[in-house]
């Protein structure tokens, strides 16, 4: 059987990664229980202002997904953990990973694992970790027929920005975001 081929010039761009003053946190402690901890980021699992599904331990996954968080669920400390998980497009437009011709930011993709850690009766840490973090840069040069070309994803270094947001997130549904730092941007 003969498969045809198509191909497509490659419209990649140069950029520049724009820095941050200091990275932003990527671990707090909330003063509120675990279960308020869990009920907050299920209420405000749409609100995260990025591209992505929430997923919890038993919930249902594409196998094609599975590889970003293989074993997470099966480690008992992750229990009460949840993955957000990047839909097949974009996440975000990049404030750091900027297009040298236009000075727009780069397509950003990435998942996140929000780790829970009950401290005591009243706090709970959570820690954001980022997998697999890429800007999209272009598509393949290359198409089988019936088939768009992919994506061009790039690894890029996680921004410490997208993991902050989310824990503004979780802690403006708490009531306590006036308590936390401000979020820092390249200036």
């Known amino acids: 059987m003969f498969t045809s081929c198509y191909f497509f010039p490659s419209n990649s761009v140069d950029y520049f990664k724009k820095e941050l003053p200091r990275k932003n946190p990527t671990v707090y402690i909330?003063?509120?229980?675990?279960?308020?901890?869990?009920?907050?980021?299920?209420?405000v699992q749409y609100?995260?202002?990025?591209?992505?599904?929430?997923?919890?331990?038993?919930?249902?996954?594409?196998?094609d997904e599975q590889f970003i968080y293989d074993g997470v669920f099966e480690d008992s400390l992750n229990y009460d953990d949840y993955i957000l998980i990047h839909e097949p497009r974009a996440i975000c437009k990049s404030v750091l990973y900027v297009s040298e011709e236009d000075s727009v930011g780069m397509d950003y993709?990435?998942?996140?694992?929000?780790?829970?850690?009950?401290?005591d009766?009243?706090?709970?840490m959570v820690q954001v970790i980022t997998y697999n973090p890429a800007i999209i840069n272009g598509?393949?040069?290359?198409?089988?027929?019936?088939?768009?070309?992919?994506?061009?994803?790039?690894?890029?270094?996680?921004?410490?920005?997208?993991?902050?947001?989310?824990?503004?997130r979780i802690g403006k549904k708490l009531g306590l975001k006036l308590k936390m730092p401000k979020l820092l941007l390249p200036e």
Do not use: C, W
Request: proline letters at 5%; zero cysteines.
């Open 47 to 63: 609100s995260f202002d990025l591209n992505v599904d929430l997923l919890k331990r038993g919930d249902a996954y594409l196998p």
């Open 109 to 119: 993709i990435a998942s996140f694992h929000l780790h829970l850690t009950k401290i």
């Open 139 to 168: 598509n393949h040069n290359i198409a089988l027929i019936g088939m768009t070309p992919g994506s061009i994803l790039e690894p890029v270094e996680p921004t410490s920005i997208e993991e902050y947001q989310i824990l503004l």
């Open 30 to 43: 909330f003063n509120r229980t675990l279960q308020q901890v869990k009920t907050a980021i299920e209420k």
């Open 121 to 124: 009766s009243n706090r709970t």
